[in-house]
């Protein structure tokens, strides 16, 4: 009987650190930062449960000319009011990492809206250069992203180089009067029409989609009309 309630109790021990360790296979990398560049604004992910909710201090994202540099720490968007817009236009930014990244991607979101509510509304598009692939998704709430087009691999992307892992990429998205095109270093990869966003919005805020452990130089971002 004692041997048997030895067990039970293990077991029950077990049940309750196995969440605590599936946290724990992709831990979000420590940075130490000083708030944001003047005028951007941040929204982190939903923390994991038992987290408390991430703060600017967990990120380093500042100037540095010709553009600007970012350490994170947690995942999350970040954006400007005054890049707000609708109607047709373009969104780009270009990206560069000097080692591999890993599994993480990174890229821009249009169409957000209450980003500061508990309505957040955006669509993003991402790159992982690990692997060759990108992803199109749409956020609404604090729900599970909907994939509008999930991974999938383009030759337009710049993988990781076999050396050390650097890679450079360009993402843009062209909002037309009926069609929203995604373009990998000037190639468009997808063309969707505006029907096909999950019910999305492409007209509000645009800004960067950052996930965790990054380490990025981000160039020539912004929107065109």
Known sequence: MKLA???LGAALALVAVSPLMAQEKDPTTKVA???LPAGWMVRFDPARPGRPASTVAEVNFRVM???WHHNS???GIYYREADATKGTYTVSATFAQMKSMQHEAYGIFIGGSELQGDKQNYLYFLVKPV???FLINHRSSDAKPVAVVPYTASDAINKDAPADGAAKNKLSITVGKDDVT??????VVKT???TELDGASTDGLVGLRLNHNLDLHIVEFGVKK
């Open 131 to 133: 692997d060759g692939t």
């Open 192 to 194: 969707l029409k505006k």
């Open 5 to 7: 309630r030895i067990a």
């Open 73 to 75: 720490g947690p995942a």
């Open 65 to 67: 000319a010709p553009g």
């Open 33 to 35: 930062g000083a708030g």
């Open 182 to 187: 995604f373009l990998m270093n000037d190639k």
